[in-house]
């Protein structure tokens, strides 16, 4: 990560909210040049000519490079559940130091931090907050293996593990949504409380950065610039879209089963506090549903009253909201991703921004991105979208 460093004082030279933003953009491209020397190789970039694509080209050297997608699983669904699989053998565990956070409602969520290991030369102290996917959690490989490589750069990084997620009882009748952004920001509030100084960072993968996105782009972001900089991974820009897709024969029908059977196991498990008449699903229905849509209609909406789930996938969607994210943006996503089809991608918006960034590999699927003969990379699917 010494580009970091060298880059970063390059950085210094420019005005300095410019340099704080980029400060961050340096993190979260720190983590995707580790990234990226195991996984993707000349990925398309589609963004605004100007300073931000600049600063991309100059410090991921390897998007010149070739990528070769691992042969023997380069089909797109069987990657994306062997990238996980393996990676899962592959990263070590990650120690993190938890802390439980009482949210305002009673709730509570498992804040898991990790310290940097040293410190870069870096002026600022920088923080990243890492938005898993669906179900994901602190200890899924994908995540484990991110936060070990921004703990490597030199930035500290927390998990933020969703409402009964993590290995942490429920206490109120309330889960989470793709946008609904309340949890995140008492948990953003909370970091800013702790570090009143640092850069904050954003890190958010599949559902997890449509959440990211839906703070980007929100005016709690807008009236205190929060977020310096952020990157999202495999998001599934286009609901709607995305819905269509995963629910295709054979095996996109599959995987969506398996994330529909995930989220009734999180339902089920917490029967105590989410099996009442008092509420507004009725939770047999929940936990019978066989479709992510499924779910969420029977579920997710009622919870966050939504009108449908049309309206809720609508609301949740970011490719027609690209150009509220004012900060440095950088987006990856495969053009073989089972849950985003690459004619999904807002790929125009992104060419007339000047700062955000999508980054296209021609193969990856759903945070599989498994390369060559080093497939301990980072990042899996049994996240949703
Ligand atoms: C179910 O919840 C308990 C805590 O109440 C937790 O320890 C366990 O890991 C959870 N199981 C699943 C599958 O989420
Ligand atoms: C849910 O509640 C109903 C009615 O109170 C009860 O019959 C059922 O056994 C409960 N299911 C679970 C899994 O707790
Ligand atoms: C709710 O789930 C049931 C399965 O329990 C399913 O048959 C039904 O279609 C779902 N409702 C909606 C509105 O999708």
Redesign the pocket.
Known sequence: MDILTSNVSKLISLSSTHVIGMTVASAAIGFLNYYLIFAVKKPRIHCKEGEFKNFIRQNIPIINEKYWPTIWCFEARFQSVLASLIRSFVVPPAVYKREIFTLNDGGQVALDWLEPTKHSNLMYDATILFLPGLTGDSKCEYVRATSLAVQKSGFRIVVFNYRGIGGIELKTPRTYSANNIEDLIEVVNHVKSKYPDTILGGIGVSMGGLLLGSFLSSTEQYTHKYFSAAMLISVPWNLMATTKNIEKPFLNRMLCSYLAKCLCNLVENSSNVLNSSRHKWDYN??I???TI??FD??YTIKLFDHESVEEYYKKASLHDKLDCIRVPCLCLNAADDPFCLESDLPLRSADNLDNLAILVTVKGGHIGFLEGHRQCSNKRRDTKT
Request: glycine letters at 0%; hydrophobic letters at 10%.
């Open positions: 229905q929940v019978q549903s066989k849509r499924e209609s029977n």
